[in-house]
């Protein structure tokens, strides 16, 4: 029997042998998901290429650094299919790189939905930019070197916190406290946090499923919606 | 008093100037129908060069007109467009 080498998080769901119920749906989460990111990025460069839309380019960039985390995803489960016992000294540092990445893509894709989308600052700020990056990294390396994998949780319990708040500061006026695209970004937000906790863990295969579909069915409303408004 | 233009807006209406004037127009004339500061005016005309939204011409007199571009015509085209996308997607707060 093949002994199990370290590796920065259990993976038990997938080593030695992946169960094919599982590979497959980690394949067409994989390939529908990236495929309505792409859509979603590909639509809105017209729009973002005429206006140079501060909003804009943080809508596409979160899509962008989505597309990469499931990149990273993926590479990370295609390294342990080639190489299940994770022993190679050839396949290891790759599957860290890509599990560091798919840490570091997942971060920057929700402090690119939360600044763009919910907190709106007005003012120009290319600083925040190489803040959040800075940010990113110092987390990624937490969650990967110090497994500490309830950071994702807690970020992502402070960044919404504070988003609720800072909408209802910002937006007190309105008549409609939370607008439809709010709560879908807060939902998207919810669902790619707990993706990113469960895929560090193993849990059961059909609450995976029910995560999967929930995030799948997000995606894909902010999909069909850029393609109603930019027809 | 009206509520405060942001920037889609402002360049929305200072190309549409531009084209309901049969597509050239002379720069103090534009300043005069856009409704901004001299100030305001002389840093969102840089930003409509270069962003190549405007060129510059001269008529048959010599003087200086300012026409749009096809990327001037093509804002125009999807201003509406464009804004159903930000408002639905409240991409609103950045400019």
Redesign the interface.
């Given at each position: 029997m093949i002994e199990q080498a370290p590796f920065p998080f259990s993976f038990p769901g997938f080593a030695p042998h992946p169960p094919v119920g599982l590979l497959t749906l980690e394949i067409l989460y994989f390939i529908i998901g990236i495929t309505l990111c792409i859509i979603t990025f590909l639509k809105?460069k017209?729009?973002y290429n005429?206006?140079?839309?501060?909003?804009?380019?943080?809508?596409r960039q979160t899509f962008i650094f989505f597309i990469l985390a499931y990149i990273m995803r993926s590479v990370f489960l295609a390294m342990l299919m080639i190489n299940p016992s994770s022993a190679s000294m050839i396949f290891m540092p790759l599957h860290d790189i890509a599990l560091f990445l798919l840490i570091y893509f997942s971060f920057m894709a929700l402090f690119s939905l939360t600044y763009?989308?919910l907190?709106?600052?007005?003012k120009e700020h290319y600083a925040e930019d190489n803040l959040l990056n800075g940010i990113a990294v110092a987390l990624s390396c937490l969650v990967f070197f110090g497994r500490y994998e309830v950071i994702p949780i807690g970020l992502g319990l402070c960044l919404l916190v504070y988003s609720i708040i800072k909408i209802y500061l910002?937006k007190v006026t309105r008549k409609i406290f939370f607008?439809q695209?709010?709560v879908l970004?807060i939902l998207l937000f919810i669902f790619w946090i707990c993706n990113l906790v469960l895929f560090l863990q193993e849990i059961d295969f059909g609450i995976k499923i029910g995560f999967y579909a929930v995030s799948l069915v997000l995606f894909g409303i902010i999909t069909h919606?850029?393609f109603k408004?930019?027809k | 008093m009206g509520k405060k233009r942001d920037k889609?807006t402002l360049i929305f209406d200072v190309l549409n100037v531009i084209r309901s004037n049969k597509n050239a127009i002379k720069p103090t004339r534009l300043l005069r129908y856009s409704n901004l500061s001299s100030q305001g005016f002389l840093e969102y005309y840089g930003e409509l060069l270069n962003?190549g939204f405007v060129q510059e011409n001269k008529n048959e007199k010599g003087r200086k007109t300012i026409s749009l571009t096809d990327?001037g015509f093509?804002?125009l085209e999807?201003y509406q467009?464009?804004r159903?996308?930000?408002d639905?997607?409240?991409?609103?707060?950045?400019?």
């Open positions: 809105t017209e729009v005429l206006t140079k839309h501060k909003g804009i380019f943080y809508f763009g989308t907190w709106q600052p007005n910002t607008t695209m709010n970004y919606r850029v408004r930019l | 889609l962003r990327k093509k804002f999807k467009m464009i159903g996308f930000i639905d997607f409240e991409l609103n707060g950045m400019m």
